[in-house]
């Protein structure tokens, strides 16, 4: 399956500046396979070191962290010669083996001309517990399939060229059509294998037992946190942070049976190994946003829109046999799709607004920022619904060039209103299309 991360790839293979890559994102989102796919594409040869299964091979970086010597020692092994600039040095699961990724700064500083990529789940840990080499690395996010992907997946070339295109009003029965894809996108989600099982058989029940296993693997893996968290309370965040999409998260919320700081250490460790994602609030809108980060308010997101459905136990045949994909599970599900894409099209660079005030309930679900202008953006249920607090900031904060509604609603401009309306198909795409859209 093709995976836009592959363009980022190669802007890195090419870059005259190349330094040592390490791919970061959660377990099962097709970091392994996406980096062979790229290796074999783009090189004469790959050599990988999975460093989970090969752990006599974490001798070499035990004994010495000279570049040349263990490139010596991968040559001998792998029984591969490793040539400058036409071989992809692979280091997988690169965590195991702390020494391999204190090695990177010397490969950077002394054999350069070598391509190296390193991938991992539960970096994070790694990392806090070595000498990590500062500015000798460059580091590439990896998220879930976005709905873009999943149209690639598929083979629906049609709709994916209309979801990167300018919006504009599309005939009924198109808009209709994306909707309907949009719909399956929400239940089988954007992990790899549950998408790889949809396409080969068109059964999304089968989609839905990838999602139990996932969440299986996930929950299993909660013993490896035990030096940062505890595997009861991790489970009842996982639980429960499903259960408040969209809500202004309290600790107190996410766990009966735990005290707040167990609790925090919980939800701390499960963002860490990149399985929820922190939304911040903004005290101000005015960028840059990250000098206006509040640290006592933020909502969050699951991982993955079809892990966050199998965790909420929507039933898919009630749910699916509804009109309105935005009203789903009271709006949230449409939030969780959004603020999913947003993530990755903005690479994590996405908030939130919360009026600090006693007794105001004004809200703005999204803000991101495109060219250093910020843009406020509102999931709404149904077609249409209250934009108190969205008329509310574009007065306050004329800098905003318009304000984006997201629902099932066709394209539309109130220009006079500073509003767009934009069918949530168009979430992925908002930082490649704003420019465009200007009133």
Same mark, same amino acid.
């Given at each position: ?46 050599? /990988?070191?999975? @460093?989970?299964?090969?752990? !006599? ?39 195991? $083996? ?87 996108? @929400? ?33 299993? !893996? ?16 996982? +639980? ?17 049976? @735990? ?9 701390? /460790? ?26 006592? +308010?933020?909502? /969050? ?42 993530? $990755? ?5 996405? @908030? ?18 495109? !060219? ?10 149904? +077609? ?15 800098? $905003? ?36 859209? $200007?009133?």
């Amino acid at each position: 399956m093709k995976r836009l991360i592959e363009k980022k790839l190669l802007d890195w293979k090419n870059s005259k500046r190349r330094k040592p890559l390490i791919v970061r994102g959660a377990r099962q989102i097709g970091k392994t396979w996406i980096i062979n796919n790229f290796g074999n594409r783009y090189y004469k040869n790959i050599v /990988t070191i999975d @460093f989970e299964r090969e752990r !006599d091979l974490h001798s070499f970086f035990e004994k010495s962290l000279d570049p040349v010597t263990i490139k010596q020692s991968i040559e001998i092994i792998k029984k591969i010669k490793i040539v400058p600039e036409k071989t992809l040095l692979f280091f997988d699961e690169i965590q195991s $083996c702390p020494g391999a990724i204190t090695a990177l700064r010397y490969f950077y500083e002394e054999m350069n001309e070598i391509h190296i990529i390193a991938a991992g789940s539960l970096l994070e840990f790694a990392l806090s517990e070595i000498s990590f080499p500062v500015g000798r690395v460059q580091f590439l996010n990896m998220y879930p399939m976005t709905f873009a992907e999943y149209l690639m997946a598929t083979e629906n070339q049609t709709a994916l060229d209309i979801i990167n295109s300018k919006p504009e009003i599309l005939p009924e029965p198109v808009h209709n059509s994306i909707l309907s894809e949009l719909r399956t996108y @929400f239940f089988i989600g954007g992990m790899p294998e549950s998408i790889n099982v949809f396409v080969g058989t068109g059964s999304i029940s089968d989609a839905f037992e990838v999602h139990k296993e996932l969440i299986t693997t996930f929950q299993d !893996d909660f013993s490896k946190y035990a030096p940062y968290a505890d595997k009861h309370c991790l489970s009842d965040v996982f +639980k429960n942070v499903a259960k408040n999409i969209g809500n202004q998260i309290k600790y107190t919320r996410l766990s009966e049976s @735990f005290s707040s700081p167990t609790i925090k250490k919980a939800f701390e /460790t499960l963002l860490n190994a990149k399985i929820i994602k922190k939304i911040p609030s903004l005290s101000s809108i005015t960028p840059p946003f990250n000098l206006n980060i509040s640290l006592k +308010k933020f909502k /969050t997101l699951l991982l993955d829109i079809g892990l966050w459905q199998h965790l909420s136990g929507i039933s898919d045949y009630l749910e699916m046999t509804r009109s309105d994909l935005s009203n789903i599970y009271r709006g949230a599900l449409a939030e969780q799709f959004a603020g999913q894409e947003l993530v $990755c099209a903005t690479d994590g660079e996405t @908030f939130y607004w919360a009026r600090d005030k006693k007794g105001s309930s004004a809200e703005i679900d999204f803000l991101v920022t495109i !060219d250093g202008r910020p843009y406020p953006i509102e999931i709404k249920s149904g +077609k249409a619904g209250s934009l108190k607090s969205m008329h509310m900031v574009l007065k306050s904060y004329p800098e $905003c060039p318009f304000g984006t509604i997201f629902s099932t609603r066709p394209f539309e401009k109130l220009a006079e209103q500073k509003l767009i309306f934009l069918p949530l198909y168009y979430a992925g795409s908002i930082m490649q299309t704003a420019g465009g859209l $200007c009133l």
